[in-house]
């Protein structure tokens, strides 16, 4: 059975948004530069906005370690460049890479990537240029990949013509999949007729808009996020790291948009997914219940919330989510992917052992969807 990992990340080499930004916008370019103590940090406009960090899966609390040396002013125990594996962000190491981690093909999200999207939003011509160079990358991962590698494409919908750039280019190098947030566009929700043109443009290009989780804007007013400024993830937004794709989705749905474009497909990677069962029963009870005592027709979308859920979003579990109950849970429909995060501390490197660890039969009926079919829907494929 031909496996598909919906999640894993490609480190961006240091000089990847310099190499690629367009001329005119390189004094905007993010960069991987170290600073008078050795540690590696991820700047723009000379504004520290991460710490680049080698991650090792399952050894969270050295991720701790490094990260805590760094705000302490410490030097790193080792040089970034030392210890970065070939694989974290050669595409042809991640290839060959593969077969030891049980899979043959693998969804690829940035890495820094995930960390600087909230903070250019104050910048759009550096937001759009940034976005762009990773996404010229992914043309030249797709070639080295050679079938095997799926890299996600960084985009927003706030410029609706570069997008629709964006959308042509990458649908000629063969990159199917984009990373959008699930937030507010300069104020308005997804479904705004105004967005209308850009679903149609991901549906004539056959690439898929994806949630995941990244420091993107915010559901909740920042006043609420009371962590330390030194927090590496504000535990706020750990417990509700589900909120912002359950919020876009709930709009899309309730909005009209997926009923609009039935073509338009959803990906949600590593938000979780054991929120999803109740999440649909909420959406169906909630539309119902509003539209009675609204006194509003019932019959304004013809099918039921869930079933637009159902017919065009594909989410990924992690094996201690036990996929299969989940699965139980929705009365058997299968909607979930596999997926490993490698090799991101949180993540793992032996991803189908831990499935089997965690009882989801790689031989019963939910297996090839779940292992492949579901990210193949999302390729379009």
Request: net charge negative; with cysteine; aromatic share 10%.
């Amino acid at each position: 059975m031909r496996i598909v990992d919906s999640d894993q990340h490609l480190y961006e080499p240091r000089t990847l948004w310099l190499d690629h930004i367009d001329p005119g916008l390189r004094d905007d370019a993010l960069r991987i530069e170290d600073d008078a103590v050795g540690t590696a940090r991820l700047r723009w406009r000379g504004q520290a906005l991460g710490i680049a960090e080698v991650q090792i899966p399952g050894r969270s609390a050295e991720l701790g370690e490094q990260h805590r040396r760094a705000v302490a002013g410490l030097p790193p125990l080792e040089r970034y460049d030392d210890v970065l594996p070939r694989d974290y962000w050669e595409p042809a190491a991640r290839v060959a890479k593969l077969a030891a981690l049980g899979v043959d093909e693998a969804v690829l999200f940035p890495n820094f990537g995930l960390l600087w999207e909230r903070t250019l939003h104050q910048s759009l011509p550096a937001l759009l240029g940034n976005m762009a160079a990773w996404n010229r990358w992914c043309a030249t991962v797709v070639a080295d990949g050679g079938g095997a590698l799926h890299p996600v494409a960084h985009c927003t919908l706030r410029d609706p013509e570069w997008l629709e750039r964006q959308l042509t280019a990458l649908a000629r190098a063969g990159v199917r999949l984009a990373m959008i947030a699930p937030s507010l566009v300069d104020g308005r929700p997804l479904s705004h007729p105004q967005h209308d043109r850009l679903w149609a443009a991901f549906c004539h290009h056959g690439i898929t808009p994806v949630f995941h989780v990244a420091d993107q804007p915010r559901p909740f007013a920042d006043a609420w996020y009371t962590d330390q400024d030194t927090a590496l993830v504000p535990a706020l937004e750990a417990v509700f790291l589900h909120i912002p794709a359950a919020l876009g989705c709930a709009d899309l749905i309730l909005n009209g948009v997926l009923e609009r474009f039935p073509e338009l497909r959803i990906g949600i990677v590593e938000l979780s997914a054991m929120w999803v069962p109740m999440f649909m029963m909420m959406l169906d009870g909630a539309w119902a219940f509003t539209r009675q005592i609204s006194g509003l027709p019932a019959d304004s979308l013809p099918l039921q919330p869930s079933d637009y859920f159902r017919r065009q979003i594909r989410v990924s579990s992690f094996a201690y989510e036990t996929p299969a109950h989940i699965i139980a849970q929705m009365g058997g429909t299968d909607l979930l992917m596999c997926c490993s995060d490698y090799p991101h501390s949180e993540g793992t490197a032996s991803p189908i052992a831990d499935y089997d660890a965690f009882g989801f039969d790689r031989h019963g009926a939910n297996a090839a969807t779940f292992f492949g079919g579901n990210v193949d829907f999302l390729l379009r494929r």
